[in-house]
């Protein structure tokens, strides 16, 4: 396997451990007709969010860089 498909599965992995945080913490709701997700635009949630994500990031239940998991973290909540 090729470091770039290697790289697109983890990114994969981290967007789908983000999102089911975000879905708890009530930052993003899921529409179960369509399976799309949505921001709920709710900042405080948000916040949340990102102290779940990086707590968990520092306890190593998710990969990636700081830098990666911001970005990811980003491109859920801005669905």
Do not use: C, Y
Not at 20 to 35: E, F, H, N, R, S
Not at 70 to 78: G, K, P, R, V
């Amino acid at each position: 396997m090729g470091q770039a498909k290697r790289d697109a599965e983890e990114h994969e992995v981290r967007l789908s451990a983000i999102a089911a945080i975000a879905l708890k913490q009530g930052a993003i709701v899921m529409d179960p007709d369509t399976d799309e997700i949505s921001s709920n635009l709710d900042e405080e949630a948000d916040k949340q969010t990102f102290a779940t994500v990086f707590q968990a990031w520092a306890e190593g239940r998710i990969s990636g860089t700081a830098d990666e998991v911001f970005e990811a973290i980003n491109e859920i909540l801005e669905s």
